[in-house]
């Protein structure tokens, strides 16, 4: 390979809540190891990667020039979120005028709706639900309520559209959040699957806030589909929300964008983010993504693909060989395994706290799946070097998983 996936990064004092956060929030990260473990990080959604060469060149050039002042993005930012939807998604022709800076996806989220409902509505989401959504519908006033996704006889995460439809009914429900690909469960939805809920929500005219910050971690081969292009309906209704940062590690630098069609929505989200008066882009943040998304992001990116995808199979294949109670899925997208544990934990009488800790006191810092409206799982970062996760595995098999 070209690039570097295989150093193990320094992280601790490098502003890193992967490392340094271990230990300091109870009930959000995981508890500090034991004496004579070092941590190696699987929780918090970020990667333990170098970043693309390109993204570092692209801020020390502009670092170069001594004036930080004022600034609107110019034309080449918009060039390259469109080029980078069609030659990633095959979007073609989105314009300057279609794509919208947003400090963060769930502040697009808010904006989308606070357009779309009232204080107080109910917003339909589905569970297993990423921790992000709950906190920022609970804090923004919003009802949740879950539609869980169900596995088939082959281990697939599937929607449950008969179950959406009451629920939609029973609620009133006039907004949904759609996670594309799927955070937890790494599902990435094909085409029919989400034609059939996007034509759902059009028979109840339903708004769709579509999150596809994962849209371009794919596993296997499999390929994204933007909400937006299923139909003709599903491009009017439908704010959708990237951003650069979950796929290049840029999380801290800040900075996400919608893709709005419909030009009365876009106006409206347009005017809700700019209410707080600081939705507003960082110089750094622009460049990082001219450099993210750039040929060699491109190449980078493939190069990274191919490694998620050994780093799942490698996780995964471990756990159907040696710990069958634990229920797993392969993930299509994302860099994160979902593990369900509770035949484990009840055929061996353990609660998940114990399970976790068992983990946590040696360093295998994984995430309390019970976050995402699961009761009894663990949700696991793969996105680290090889070695480390191979590390992780046998402190797995000698000090974890060892219940006869």
Known sequence: MKYDFTTILERHNKDAIAIDGVGRAPGFAPDAPKDGFDIIPMWIADMNFPVVPSVQEALRKRIDHPAFGYFRPWIPYYSAISNWQREHNGVEGITSQEIGYENGVLGGLVSALSVFCSKGDAVLVHSPTYVGFTHTLTNNGYHIVHSPLQKDASGIWRMDLANMEA?????HIH???????????????TRDE????????????????SDEIWSD???????????QSVSEDARQRTVALYAPSKTFNLAGLIGSYHIIY????RDRVDKESSLCHYNDMNVLSMHALLGAYSQEGKKWVRELQS????NAHTL?????????????????GTYMLFLDCRAYCEHYGLSLDRLLKRAWDVGVAWQDGRQFHHPCAIRVNTALPLSRLEEAIQRMREYVFIDK
């Open 167 to 171: 629920l939609i009914k029973e609620h």
């Open 175 to 189: 907004a949904a959040i759609f996670c594309s690909p799927h955070n937890p469960t790494g599902r990435v939805w």
């Open 194 to 209: 989400i034609k059939a809920a996007m034509d759902l929500f059009k028979k109840y005219d339903v708004y769709v806030i």
């Open 217 to 227: 971690l794919l596993l296997d081969g499999h390929q994204h589909v933007p909400t």
């Open 262 to 265: 419909n030009s009365w929505i």
């Open 307 to 310: 490694v998620l995808s050994k």
């Open 316 to 332: 995964y294949d471990y756990l159907r060989k040696e710990v069958p109670l634990i229920d797993v899925s392969l993930p299509e």
